[in-house]
């Protein structure tokens, strides 16, 4: 769509994202995490690796301090993970 249609239409629409099924990152196995569209099994392997050396995670974005999680990942992933 052209922006000046876009930029009209956002002022009309809500997202809710509150149906929306969140992966335990602290409790998720590697299987659950590696299948998720923005997890590759690269990442999905070191969430796994640093909550076993770290503990539990206190919150998603604790997952910025593993380095092959870019910002950009995060961006995408953050609104599907929790740590409850």
């Not at 590697?30 to 690269?42: A, C, F, S, T, V």
């Amino acid at each position: 769509l052209p922006l000046e249609t876009m930029e009209k239409l956002i002022k009309h629409v809500h997202i809710n994202d509150s149906s929306v099924n969140k992966i335990n990152i602290n409790q998720a196995g590697y299987e659950i995490l590696q299948n998720h569209p923005y997890i590759d099994r690269k990442i999905a392997n070191a969430i796994i690796v640093y909550r076993d050396q770290h503990g539990a995670y206190e919150s998603v974005n604790d997952l910025l301090k593993i380095h092959i999680i870019t910002p950009e990942i995060f961006e995408k992933m953050k609104s599907y993970i929790d740590v409850n």
